[in-house]
Protein backbone atom coordinates (compact mmCIF):
# COMPACT_ATOMS: atom_id res chain seq x y z
CA UNK A 1 0.00 0.00 0.00
CA UNK A 2 1.39 3.68 -0.43
CA UNK A 3 1.03 6.04 1.87
CA UNK A 4 -1.55 8.23 -0.17
CA UNK A 5 -3.55 4.83 -0.15
CA UNK A 6 -3.20 4.58 3.76
CA UNK A 7 -3.80 8.55 4.25
CA UNK A 8 -7.30 8.09 1.67
CA UNK A 9 -8.23 5.55 4.20
CA UNK A 10 -8.06 6.60 7.00
CA UNK A 11 -9.73 9.79 5.89
CA UNK A 12 -12.30 8.06 4.61
CA UNK A 13 -13.15 6.02 7.85
CA UNK A 14 -17.06 5.94 8.66
CA UNK A 15 -17.83 8.78 10.75
CA UNK A 16 -21.66 10.31 10.95
CA UNK A 17 -21.19 14.09 11.07
CA UNK A 18 -24.06 15.35 13.47
CA UNK A 19 -23.56 19.44 13.63
CA UNK A 20 -22.26 18.55 17.22
CA UNK A 21 -20.73 15.31 17.05
CA UNK A 22 -18.42 13.17 14.72
CA UNK A 23 -19.59 9.46 15.29
CA UNK A 24 -16.67 7.30 15.19
CA UNK A 25 -18.14 3.76 14.00
CA UNK A 26 -14.68 2.51 14.08
CA UNK A 27 -13.54 2.63 17.28
CA UNK A 28 -14.43 -1.19 17.93
CA UNK A 29 -12.21 -2.48 15.06
CA UNK A 30 -9.38 -0.26 16.47
CA UNK A 31 -9.98 -0.91 20.32
CA UNK A 32 -12.67 -3.73 21.00
CA UNK A 33 -15.13 -1.69 22.21
CA UNK A 34 -17.39 0.91 20.17
CA UNK A 35 -17.48 4.62 21.05
CA UNK A 36 -18.72 5.65 24.80
CA UNK A 37 -21.06 8.49 25.31
CA UNK A 38 -19.89 10.75 27.75
CA UNK A 39 -23.00 12.78 28.71
CA UNK A 40 -22.04 15.70 30.62
CA UNK A 41 -22.25 18.37 28.78
CA UNK A 42 -24.47 17.27 26.25
CA UNK A 43 -28.21 18.02 26.22
CA UNK A 44 -30.43 14.93 26.81
CA UNK A 45 -31.54 15.02 23.01
CA UNK A 46 -27.86 14.93 21.77
CA UNK A 47 -27.23 11.91 23.94
CA UNK A 48 -29.64 10.69 22.51
CA UNK A 49 -29.46 11.32 18.81
CA UNK A 50 -25.74 10.14 19.34
CA UNK A 51 -26.66 7.10 20.75
CA UNK A 52 -29.02 6.35 18.19
CA UNK A 53 -26.44 6.86 15.38
CA UNK A 54 -23.99 4.86 17.06
CA UNK A 55 -27.00 1.83 17.46
CA UNK A 56 -26.68 1.86 13.68
CA UNK A 57 -23.08 -0.16 13.59
CA UNK A 58 -22.50 -1.19 17.38
CA UNK A 59 -23.79 -4.08 18.61
CA UNK A 60 -23.19 -2.54 22.26
CA UNK A 61 -24.16 1.16 22.90
CA UNK A 62 -23.18 3.23 26.55
CA UNK A 63 -23.34 6.37 28.08
CA UNK A 64 -21.65 7.12 31.05
CA UNK A 65 -22.34 9.70 33.82
CA UNK A 66 -26.18 10.04 32.89
CA UNK A 67 -29.26 11.41 34.18
CA UNK A 68 -32.42 9.67 34.22
CA UNK A 69 -33.61 12.81 31.95
CA UNK A 70 -30.66 11.43 29.47
CA UNK A 71 -32.02 7.76 29.93
CA UNK A 72 -35.73 8.63 28.92
CA UNK A 73 -34.47 10.34 25.62
CA UNK A 74 -32.35 7.16 24.92
CA UNK A 75 -35.23 5.26 25.62
CA UNK A 76 -37.46 7.05 23.68
CA UNK A 77 -35.25 6.30 20.17
CA UNK A 78 -33.84 2.47 21.53
CA UNK A 79 -36.06 1.37 23.80
CA UNK A 80 -34.36 -1.43 24.72
CA UNK A 81 -31.83 0.84 26.80
CA UNK A 82 -31.54 0.55 30.34
CA UNK A 83 -30.46 2.59 32.86
CA UNK A 84 -27.99 1.32 36.34
CA UNK A 85 -29.22 3.91 38.60
CA UNK A 86 -25.96 3.97 40.89
CA UNK A 87 -23.16 3.74 38.13
CA UNK A 88 -25.12 6.06 35.83
CA UNK A 89 -24.94 4.27 32.66
CA UNK A 90 -27.22 3.82 30.26
CA UNK A 91 -26.68 0.36 27.97
CA UNK A 92 -28.21 -0.61 25.30
CA UNK A 93 -27.07 -4.63 23.92
CA UNK A 94 -28.22 -5.59 20.65
CA UNK A 95 -25.67 -8.64 20.98
CA UNK A 96 -24.05 -8.54 24.13
CA UNK A 97 -20.16 -9.15 23.98
CA UNK A 98 -19.35 -12.71 25.45
CA UNK A 99 -18.05 -12.69 28.84
CA UNK A 100 -14.10 -14.00 29.16
CA UNK A 101 -11.32 -14.36 32.20
CA UNK A 102 -12.49 -12.64 35.57
CA UNK A 103 -11.85 -9.02 36.72
CA UNK A 104 -12.62 -8.40 40.42
CA UNK A 105 -13.91 -4.71 41.53
CA UNK A 106 -13.15 -4.30 45.23
CA UNK A 107 -13.77 -1.56 47.51
CA UNK A 108 -12.85 -0.11 50.46
CA UNK A 109 -16.18 1.81 51.60
CA UNK A 110 -19.87 1.63 50.65
CA UNK A 111 -19.41 5.48 49.83
CA UNK A 112 -16.75 4.50 47.16
CA UNK A 113 -20.22 2.16 45.86
CA UNK A 114 -20.61 4.52 42.61
CA UNK A 115 -16.91 4.57 41.51
CA UNK A 116 -16.94 0.67 42.05
CA UNK A 117 -20.50 0.35 40.46
CA UNK A 118 -19.41 2.40 37.00
CA UNK A 119 -16.41 0.40 37.04
CA UNK A 120 -18.32 -3.18 37.15
CA UNK A 121 -21.19 -2.31 35.02
CA UNK A 122 -18.59 -0.48 32.47
CA UNK A 123 -16.72 -4.15 32.91
CA UNK A 124 -19.56 -6.39 32.15
CA UNK A 125 -20.63 -4.33 29.30
CA UNK A 126 -16.95 -4.62 27.45
CA UNK A 127 -17.35 -8.48 28.29
CA UNK A 128 -15.88 -9.55 30.92
CA UNK A 129 -16.79 -11.45 33.84
CA UNK A 130 -16.80 -9.47 37.08
CA UNK A 131 -17.13 -10.38 40.80
CA UNK A 132 -17.37 -7.23 43.58
CA UNK A 133 -15.94 -6.64 47.09
CA UNK A 134 -17.48 -4.39 49.34
CA UNK A 135 -16.70 -2.33 51.84
CA UNK A 136 -13.12 -4.10 52.61
CA UNK A 137 -11.47 -1.09 53.70
CA UNK A 138 -8.24 -1.30 55.69
CA UNK A 139 -9.75 -0.53 59.11
CA UNK A 140 -11.05 -3.59 59.26
CA UNK A 141 -7.66 -5.34 57.28
CA UNK A 142 -9.27 -8.98 58.05
CA UNK A 143 -11.81 -8.53 55.75
CA UNK A 144 -10.26 -7.95 52.33
CA UNK A 145 -7.95 -10.61 53.86
CA UNK A 146 -10.94 -13.10 53.79
CA UNK A 147 -11.37 -12.89 49.72
CA UNK A 148 -7.49 -13.90 48.89
CA UNK A 149 -9.03 -16.82 46.71
CA UNK A 150 -10.93 -14.65 44.70
CA UNK A 151 -8.31 -12.17 44.03
CA UNK A 152 -5.65 -14.90 42.88
CA UNK A 153 -8.50 -16.23 40.95
CA UNK A 154 -8.84 -12.49 38.84
CA UNK A 155 -6.69 -11.70 36.08
CA UNK A 156 -6.83 -8.11 36.98
CA UNK A 157 -7.93 -5.83 40.27
CA UNK A 158 -9.67 -2.20 40.39
CA UNK A 159 -9.51 -1.15 43.62
CA UNK A 160 -11.86 1.99 44.64
CA UNK A 161 -10.67 3.54 47.75
CA UNK A 162 -11.20 7.22 48.86
CA UNK A 163 -9.90 8.86 51.91
CA UNK A 164 -6.33 7.75 52.59
CA UNK A 165 -6.18 5.52 49.38
CA UNK A 166 -4.38 2.35 51.12
CA UNK A 167 -6.32 -0.01 49.74
CA UNK A 168 -4.36 -0.97 46.22
CA UNK A 169 -1.06 -0.92 48.29
CA UNK A 170 -2.50 -3.72 50.45
CA UNK A 171 -4.41 -5.80 47.74
CA UNK A 172 -0.75 -5.24 45.28
CA UNK A 173 0.74 -6.74 48.69
CA UNK A 174 -1.59 -9.95 48.63
CA UNK A 175 -1.52 -10.91 45.22
CA UNK A 176 0.44 -11.27 41.67
CA UNK A 177 -2.15 -10.17 39.50
CA UNK A 178 -2.07 -5.90 37.96
CA UNK A 179 -4.17 -3.92 40.82
CA UNK A 180 -5.75 -0.55 39.12
CA UNK A 181 -5.78 1.79 41.99
CA UNK A 182 -9.03 4.10 41.86
CA UNK A 183 -8.91 7.14 44.16
CA UNK A 184 -12.54 8.73 44.87
CA UNK A 185 -13.38 12.09 46.55
CA UNK A 186 -14.85 10.34 49.47
CA UNK A 187 -13.10 11.78 52.72
CA UNK A 188 -12.94 15.14 54.96
CA UNK A 189 -11.40 18.47 54.02
CA UNK A 190 -8.04 17.40 53.71
CA UNK A 191 -8.87 14.81 51.19
CA UNK A 192 -8.63 17.85 49.15
CA UNK A 193 -11.84 16.04 47.21
CA UNK A 194 -9.59 12.87 46.20
CA UNK A 195 -6.00 14.20 45.60
CA UNK A 196 -5.07 12.66 49.08
CA UNK A 197 -6.14 9.33 47.91
CA UNK A 198 -4.85 9.86 44.47
CA UNK A 199 -1.34 10.76 45.60
CA UNK A 200 -1.28 7.72 48.46
CA UNK A 201 -2.02 5.70 45.24
CA UNK A 202 0.95 7.20 42.86
CA UNK A 203 3.28 6.98 45.92
CA UNK A 204 2.32 3.11 46.63
CA UNK A 205 5.33 1.05 47.99
CA UNK A 206 3.87 -1.66 46.67
CA UNK A 207 4.55 -2.74 43.03
CA UNK A 208 2.08 -3.64 40.51
CA UNK A 209 -0.23 -0.91 41.43
CA UNK A 210 -1.36 1.95 38.33
CA UNK A 211 -3.78 4.19 38.83
CA UNK A 212 -6.55 6.18 36.92
CA UNK A 213 -7.97 9.78 37.61
CA UNK A 214 -10.24 10.47 40.47
CA UNK A 215 -13.66 8.77 40.72
CA UNK A 216 -12.74 7.71 37.06
CA UNK A 217 -14.53 4.25 37.58
CA UNK A 218 -14.50 3.92 33.51
CA UNK A 219 -10.86 4.17 32.72
CA UNK A 220 -10.13 1.77 35.51
CA UNK A 221 -12.55 -0.73 33.68
CA UNK A 222 -11.04 0.50 30.23
CA UNK A 223 -7.79 -0.70 31.55
CA UNK A 224 -8.50 -3.85 33.49
CA UNK A 225 -10.56 -5.13 30.37
CA UNK A 226 -7.65 -5.03 28.19
CA UNK A 227 -5.49 -6.56 30.75
CA UNK A 228 -8.04 -9.85 31.22
CA UNK A 229 -9.20 -9.95 27.73
CA UNK A 230 -5.08 -10.46 26.99
CA UNK A 231 -4.77 -12.93 29.32
CA UNK A 232 -8.36 -14.96 28.41
CA UNK A 233 -6.94 -14.95 24.47
CA UNK A 234 -3.53 -16.17 25.92
CA UNK A 235 -5.40 -18.97 28.06
CA UNK A 236 -7.83 -20.37 25.21
Known amino acids: ?19 YATIDHERATRTGFPEVIFCPGKSNQQIAEIAAALA ?3 TVVMATR ?5 FEAVRARLPEAVFYDVARIIAWEKQPLPRVGRVAVVSAGTSDGAVAAEAAVSLDLMGNNVN ?3 DVGIAGLHRVLNH ?7 NAIVAVAGMDGALPSVIAGLTNKPVIGTPTSVGYGASFQGIAALLAMLNSCAVGV ?10 AACVASRINHVAAEQHG
Do not use: K, P
Not at 66 to 70: D, R, V
Not at 210 to 219: E, Q, Y
Open 56 to 58: RTA
Open 66 to 70: ASQGA
Open 1 to 19: MTIADALEQWTQGRNDELA
Open 210 to 219: SVVNIDNGFG
Open 148 to 154: RDLLNTA
Open 132 to 134: CIH
